[in-house]
T-cell receptor, first 113, second 113 residues
Framework: TQLLEQSPQFLSIQEGENLTVYCNSSSVFSSLQWYRQEPGEGPVLLVTVVTGGEVKKLKRLTFQFGDARKDSSLHITAAQPGDTGLYLCAGALRGTGGFKTIFGAGTRLFVKA | KAGVTQTPRYLIKTRGQQVTLSCSPISGHRSVSWYQQTPGQGLQFLFEYFSETQRNKGNFPGRFSGRQFSNSRSEMNVSTLELGDSALYLC????????????FGSGTRLTVV
């Protein structure tokens, strides 16, 4: 069974603080995606990383894909209340029928003003 | 362009009944995937359809089925509903497959009583 372990599960921080969310697996992924989900809505794709060691930045968010393509991290600088939400990582595995995507359990982030 | 449209948004059904959920993907997207999201299990993959063919299937019982039409619209059906089927059902579309990430719909909240 392929698993994608995400940590921490829950994070409550003050506005202006920095944080890092981790996503780890023993599987090698073709790509890894990060999503943010707000209550009552579907997840929204933030970024896709494909190459081992790749780093992508999206304003105050920095995403890194591990060299071996088994893990990833999301770092938020100077968090704001608008960053509050459920952050999900998802890894795409190549199989005989195309790709299969598995999701981590999510990190619920709450940023207090 | 229009996003992924799921109907209905909310549904209440009684145990033993059956239900059909609908998903219209982004225009031009040929791959449609379905996920079940619950607080305890997170996002669990149900199945993926590509060009009217089921390309991948998750580990759900045969009560869960789906299909895709020639215009890429997809439906999923759950027969003999159980209380444990209460969940947010999410449809996701992508251009050719899962490797570069999905665009999700807002989901259908199914409650089985």
């Amino acid at each position: 069974t392929q698993l994608l372990e995400q940590s921490p599960q829950f994070l409550s921080i003050q506005e202006g603080e920095n944080l890092t969310v981790y996503c780890n697996s023993s599987s090698v992924f073709s790509s890894l995606q990060w999503y943010r989900q707000e209550p009552g809505e579907g997840p929204v794709l933030l970024v896709t990383v494909v190459t081992g060691g790749e780093v992508k930045k999206l304003k105050r968010l920095t995403f890194q894909f591990g060299d071996a393509r088994k893990d990833s991290s999301l770092h938020i600088t100077a968090a704001q209340p608008g960053d509050t939400g459920l952050y999900l990582c998802a890894g795409a595995l190549r199989g005989t029928g195309g790709f299969k995507t598995i999701f981590g359990a999510g990190t619920r982030l709450f940023v207090k003003a | 362009k229009a996003g992924v449209t799921q109907t209905p948004r909310y549904l209440i059904k009684t145990r033993g009944q059956q239900v059909t959920l609908s998903c219209s993907p982004i225009s031009g997207h040929r791959s449609v995937s379905w996920y079940q999201q619950t607080p305890g299990q997170g996002l669990q993959f149900l199945f993926e359809y590509f060009s009217e063919t089921q390309r991948n299937k998750g580990n759900f019982p045969g009560r869960f089925s789906g299909r895709q039409f020639s215009n890429s619209r997809s439906e999923m059906n759950v027969s003999t509903l159980e209380l444990g089927d209460s969940a947010l059902y999410l449809c996701a579309s992508s251009l050719v497959g899962q490797n570069y990430g999905y665009t999700f719909g807002s989901g259908t909240r199914l409650t089985v009583v």
